[in-house]
């Protein structure tokens, strides 16, 4: 959550918004976070996991980073089975999705777990 916070950070103000849906036994969250910067162009969308890649140089002159906080948002994602995906119209901003199912914690004390 924090990288993709971070990436937001490089360029305008935007929102960022939480979904939680809540079970008897699991979470199922939704974080949204969205800017109103550069965007991404269409050429470079399909790269945009992919680690040390950036649109250009420029990119990264400019807005700082190396091009790694996004392959490491969504491997992190993924390692919990969740899913991240993103929608980005150049000249106007981006908007990255991830989503995860969380199973909650056991919240008997440790004396309870020890009863047979």
């Known amino acids: 959550f924090k990288l993709l916070l971070s990436n937001a950070e490089h360029s305008q103000p ?5 979904c939680v849906n809540d079970t008897s036994d699991t979470v199922h969250l939704i974080v949204s ?14 790269h945009v996991f992919v680690p040390f890649v950036q649109v250009d140089s420029s990119t990264s002159r400019k807005y700082g980073g190396t091009g790694i906080g996004l392959s490491i948002s969504r491997c992190l994602v993924e390692l919990m089975g969740g899913q991240i995906d993103f929608v980005s119209r150049p ?26």
């Open 91 to 116: 000249g106007v901003g981006s908007t990255f999705t991830f989503n995860i199912v969380l199973k909650k914690a056991d919240t008997r004390s440790q004396e309870d777990l020890n009863q047979p």
């Open 14 to 18: 935007g929102t960022s918004e939480n």
């Open 33 to 46: 976070v969205e800017d109103t910067g550069i965007g991404i162009p269409l050429s470079a969308q399909k």
